[in-house]
């Protein structure tokens, strides 16, 4: 009986790399794997050997014979992948041999602390030929980036990928350096004193704005600052949200537009059973919201949330799912059998029985924002069409609070080379490149969205760290790389004179454990810190506290 991959897939791929007989698509470097919705198991050649679902690190791949109802629908999700005829898999490279006469120890800084990092890290210490010490620095005092702040609290299987992290985090080649940040209390320059090569995996943490007339009002946000409230991160804590009024607007229909949606309507009893912020649950009793229309300038087949997303709103309890019929004509025929199931699942959505609650969401298609109305705060939204026949008509949905939802942008590292048009650090397979884009800048790496721009998902960082780390230890074999003029002691007193209050995986563990003692209490998998000074006094630490050796 073939194997199905569910809802959580990351969509690292390990279980492409233990697979005997090769039957999970799309693999990395195949045409489509970095958009990919989720891996797919081909049943025609699936030896049920179990060897993926031993490998999973969120539990997505389960026996056909033991999905539930809520994953049935995923034969049909996996039955449309295979539906369509796709060019044949290319062979699989051979890895090049790396020859490596110098067994080091190679010293590498690694520059944030989400998915990119870590699986650069693990890609680093993983190796039985060179002696490797990795230094990781994160601004805040916790790691784990996305998974932390970015993943919706209802998708507590996605984050158990934390797991696998954790062991990265934990291993004696890699030292952390937490709540210090690069460009303030150490610079680039000075991180290549130490180290031989600095990979940069800081993200794009900032969210896109739309540029429109009235995005100035009270009440108009980006989905970036909503997902990192609700989801406690110390810099959106403190933000307001006004949900007083009946009807919200997310303009964009990428999967955080879903998840932004999902979160405003879901019921407060299920949210108070995952690890959303206190402040964030608090406001949500609160709300008033009992609309929320999800709205795209094009139509449905372009829309880019996934379909797994969207079977997710499926099973949000209370909540009616509807599509405006003038809006979404769509022709299947021709389509790619991926996106025609999509469209499949949305209708079917729409055309259920009305639930016994009284909250929903709407899919409006084919609008183009134009301006936000009201006088101080935000009241309306003003529309232009942009489906033939009606293009240029102007259409006006009234509102109480919008949210931003078209993507994410990189922030400028101090000392490096940056392309403001996407928000990215110009490289050349991972190799940063200079302020004239022609060569690369000597022991500086990059990974992740910082790299390629937020595309792909959590697991799609690994392919990606794989490339740079590959390029990194080229240069390492080829003696390209300069030996650090200062050692890993020096390292220490610079950062205990600069930032005393620099957190390592010791204070970590702590602060993660209190969270989750305090989540227990409600039959929650943690209650999050979300002040920094309350994270510090949760480790142990307060300004200058921890003497020399002290720290884990």
Known sequence: MAHVITQPCCNDAGCVEVCPVDCI???????????AELLHIDPATCIDCGACIDECPVDAIVPAGDLTPETAPYLEVNAAYFGTERPAAPPVPAEPRLE???????????????????????????????????????????????????????HQHTKQVATAFARTLGRKQLKLELNVEVGTHISAAELLDHHHAVIYATGASQGRTL????????????????????????DH???????????????????????????????????????????????????RIREVVVVGRRGPEHAAFTTPELLGLGQVG???????????????????????HKSQVARELAERAASS????????????????????????????????????????????????????????????????????IPHRDGRVLDADGADPIPGTYVTGWIKRGPSGVIGTNRYCSQ??????????????????????????????QRRPERLGAREW????????????????????????????????VHAGALAPGERG
């Open 25 to 35: 698509r799309p693999r990395p470097g195949e045409e489509g794997y970095g958009r």
């Open 100 to 154: 490596v006469t110098d067994r080091g120890p190679l010293r590498v800084a690694i520059v944030g602390s989400g998915p990119s990092a870590c699986y650069a890290a693990e890609e680093l210490a993983a190796r039985r030929d060179i002696d490797v010490q990795i230094t990781m620095f994160e601004r805040l005092p916790t790691p784990l980036g996305l998974v932390r702040y970015g993943v919706a609290p209802d």
């Open 211 to 234: 540029g429109i007339p009235g995005e100035h009002l009270a009440g108009v946000h980006t989905a970036t600052d909503f997902v990192g409230w609700y989801n406690g991160h110390p």
């Open 237 to 287: 804590a403190d933000r307001v949200f006004d949900l007083s009024g009946e009807r919200a607007v997310v303009i964009g229909n990428g999967n955080v537009a879903l998840d932004v949606a999902r979160i405003l309507v879901t019921d407060v009893a299920a949210l108070a059973r995952t690890d959303i912020a206190d402040h964030a649950l608090d406001a949500l009793a609160a709300s």
């Open 318 to 340: 209370g909540v009616d799912v509807r599509i405006r019929e003038a809006d979404s004509p769509l022709d299947t025929d021709g389509l790619d059998s991926v996106i025609r």
């Open 357 to 424: 609650g009284d909250r929903r969401i709407e899919f409006r298609y084919f609008l183009r924002p134009n301006s936000f109305r009201g006088e101080r705060a935000v009241d309306a939204v003003e529309f232009t069409r942009t489906d033939q026949g009606r293009i240029g008509v102007a259409e006006v949905l009234p509102c109480g609070v919008v949210f931003g939802s078209v993507g994410y942008r990189g922030i400028a590292v101090p000392g490096l080379p940056f392309r403001d048009s996407d928000g990215t």
């Open 467 to 496: 490339e740079t780390v590959r390029a990194l230890l080229e240069d390492f074999a080829a003696g390209r790389l300069r030996t650090p003029d200062r050692s890993r002691a020096e390292l220490d007193a610079v950062l205990e």
């Open 509 to 540: 563990k702590a602060i993660d454990a209190a969270e989750r003692r305090a989540g227990r209490v409600g039959g929650r998998p943690r209650v999050k810190f979300v002040d920094i000074g309350e994270m510090l006094s949760a480790a142990g």
